[in-house]
């Protein structure tokens, strides 16, 4: 443990150095992403070596100690210091597992009505509004790349990006099946509906991470069939765009400039791209999938919210609040903390194992 908080000091002082010396603006991003990123495990370690140095600096002297005062001080302070030790020791070990590879990216969000007809797009919308409020409290900004409306106020599909470096790492475990059981406000009869949506979450890849030729995509423009007036009804602003080798299809309508959709439905694109090939990659890797919460496969069914009863489950945890009409309202962070703890306490069992 020593050893290796020492290197972990090493790294971050040098990257110091390096960050004092660098001119191009993709050097000083990269370094300062980096040691923000080990800031945190930075200051934890000095402290635990800083305490590691003052209790064996303590036992020294209490060796040669000879006055009953000063024996028992030094003692008391040891017996702080080691259990001190011991707490910091267990944040480290939680601190210091492998990074998650797209830890500190921003994110695609895509929600997708299932099962269910009308009522599973109005639940699309329900969940649109819910994370929008939860990015709002945690100030990640949020933008609409498409949406298809189903014409009473829900979606049959949305896609947006929330733009910060903690959006990856609060929602990563959002992906699968979210279903609702509630009663529609078109059912006559008080009879409980059950319906499904799918959420995809999409880590953004830069156009370096992902190579797409231009000879490999078809583009489609057409006129905008969502709200934005009458230029929507008269201009070909819509992109739709297809990647031929894998199949992909990704459009963007909201802007009323065509450069500017067909860019946001290139960001799309090139984080589908990335998805499937780290899905690939996840599917040959059987350990990687036991050790994290949930297999994050999009039919995976993760979580029902109960209206009738006002409850919220998450099946791959067991946790359940009852207290729905605030989830619903965006107050997330008592499921998505029991989330990554649970996925953490996975983690390390498998790192000791």
Known sequence: MIDRLKKIQEKYLRIED?????????TLKNLSKERSRLTPVYTKADEY?????????????????????????LKSEIEEGEKKLEELAKELEIMLLPPDPNSGKSILVEIRAGTGGEESGL???????????YADKKGLR???????????????????????????????????????????????????????????????????EVEIKESDLRIDVYRSSGAGGQHVNTTDSAVRITHIPTGIVVAS???????????????????????????????SADALKKAQVGSGDRS????????????????RIGFTSHNLPSIMEGDLDELIDALIQEDRSKRLAEAKA
Request: proline share 3%.
């Open 18 to 26: 390096e960050l004092a010396k660098a001119t191009a603006s993709d």
């Open 49 to 73: 070596l800083k305490i590691t140095k003052d209790c064996q600096d303590a036992k020294s002297l209490l060796e040669s100690e000879n006055d009953p005062d000063m024996h028992a001080m």
């Open 123 to 133: 639940f699309c919308a329900d969940l649109f509004r819910m994370y929008n409020k």
């Open 142 to 208: 949020t933008e609409i790349i498409d949406m298809s409306p189903t014409g009473i106020g829900g979606y049959k599909e949305i896609v947006f990006s929330l733009d910060d470096d903690r959006a990856y790492d609060l929602f990563k475990f959002e992906s699968g099946t979210h279903r609702v059981q509630r009663i529609p406000e078109t059912e006559s009869g008080g009879r409980i509906h059950t319906s499904a949506v799918t959420v995809a979450i999409l880590p953004e890849a830069e156009e370096k």
């Open 253 to 283: 309508q909201e802007e009323r400039s065509q450069i500017k959709n067909r860019d946001k439905a290139m960001r799309v694109l090139r984080a589908r791209i990335a998805d499937q090939a780290a899905e690939s990659a996840k599917q």
């Open 300 to 315: 995976e069914r993760i979580r029902t919210y109960n209206f009738p009863q006002g409850r919220c489950t998450d099946h």
